[in-house]
């Protein structure tokens, strides 16, 4: 599922820029998943501890010792990159705006978020699911929970390149909430309980060149926002020089800044770097997150910035993992403060929350919002239309 969400306290377009360059990553903290799989309780506390700040101060954590295979994802850009090749004619049957754009490719110029302001959309992008459909589910939320679609004559390791990316980055993800939960000393499997048989969904992108007169005019390749679902996993981008060759970051400018909670001293927050150390990946805060813990843990907003030099673009992924769409979206109980409950009520169901995103970034249309739970309303209407 798409994950981004306008954001409502974000800066306008011109505001991230290079000033952001030398910002240093500070001190996010990194989480080793072997401490959290190791049962020993002072490795269970470093690890909790660090996920605390992590996902308390900045709203993400770095992650070791996740189980991505890193020459399997370079071999999975590579199909990706053959596949964003191919001539729009090809792709078009596989840009499915009947399932909301869940499965399938997501053509440039479809999110409303990144096309306003008349400014093109600067990449595209692929979803599928590595976790099975749940067939109740998908009756109840038939777009949020479609079969996945693959080209017909997909590019070697498309396919296996992308669920085998997305099954690992899962596995990452319910350990992290495992350790979330004994961060806050909450049951274990508070939050891998609520994400059970979710819509689960993993993308890869590929942001777009820029030419010659759209360098260093304010265009972002990913405009700030937070993400919508639970938890994002990004294990690691590329990018890819004006002949499509993988390469080093063209400038300093370029690449994934966050911008940490407000604080006295900083109101707005800072921008830092979210470029994770060698070997590690990065777990991000979603809003569905935030809401269960009261704001106790922050969905982070980011930005994805383009380099100063034209030609180039950049590949990366990311993995979704959701609350059930029968889940409801409220504070749990010990972190219902007044002002959590004012923040957040009313109770929400995960998939309400899901389609009604969707709708405000132009995936779903708005008479999908026309349909939650009322459509026996016409019944009696068509009864007296028929008498
Ligand atoms: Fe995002």
Not at 67 to 96: H, W
Not at 121 to 126: G, V
Not at 333 to 362: H, Q
């Amino acid at each position: 599922m798409q994950a981004r969400s306008p954001s409502s306290a974000g800066p306008g377009r011109d505001t991230p820029g290079p000033t952001m360059a030398d910002t240093p990553t500070m001190n996010i903290p990194t989480v080793d998943l072997l401490d959290l799989a190791s049962g020993e309780p002072a490795r269970l506390e470093r690890a909790a501890a660090a996920l605390r700040e992590a996902f308390g101060v900045f709203g993400l954590v770095f992650v070791k010792n996740h189980g991505v295979d890193a020459p399997a994802l370079e071999r999975f850009y590579d199909a990706f990159s053959a596949f964003v090749a191919r001539p729009d004619a090809q792709k078009r049957p596989l840009g499915r705006a009947d399932l909301w754009y869940q499965r399938g490719w997501t053509p440039p110029n479809t999110e409303v978020a990144v096309a306003s302001n008349g400014q093109p959309d600067f990449k595209e992008c692929y979803f599928a699911a590595p976790t099975p459909t749940d067939a109740q589910s998908a009756m109840e939320f038939p777009e949020l929970y479609p079969e996945n679609i693959w080209p017909d004559d997909a590019p070697p390791f498309f396919q296996e390149g992308l669920l085998t990316m997305g099954t690992a980055l899962h596995e990452a993800g319910l350990k992290l909430l495992r350790g979330a939960a004994l961060a806050l000393n909450l049951p274990e499997d508070t939050f891998t309980a609520a994400c059970e048989k979710a819509p689960h969904v993993t993308r890869a992108l590929q942001y777009l060149p820029l030419g010659p007169t759209q360098v260093n005019t304010g265009i972002l390749w990913g405009e700030e926002h937070t993400d919508f679902n639970l938890l994002t996993l990004l294990p690691g981008g590329r990018f890819l020089d004006p002949a499509g060759r993988p390469a080093p970051k063209p400038d300093d400018q370029s690449g994934l800044y966050l911008r940490t909670r407000a604080t006295p001293d900083a109101p707005n927050g800072q921008m830092v770097r979210g470029t994770a150390p060698a070997g590690c990946i990065v777990a991000q805060v979603g809003q569905q997150l935030e809401i269960l813990t009261g704001g106790t843990f922050l969905a982070t907003p980011h930005v994805i910035t383009a380099p100063g030099v034209p030609g180039w673009q950049r590949q990366s992924a990311a993995h979704f993992m959701h609350v059930h769409t029968s889940q409801v979206l409220f504070p749990l109980p010990g972190f219902r403060t007044p002002e959590a409950v004012a923040n957040y009520a009313p109770p929400v169901l995960a998939g309400t929350y899901d389609i009604k995103t969707l709708v405000d970034i132009g995936l779903a249309p708005p008479a999908a919002l026309d349909k939650l739970g009322y459509r026996h309303y016409d019944r009696l209407n068509r009864m007296r239309a028929t008498s």
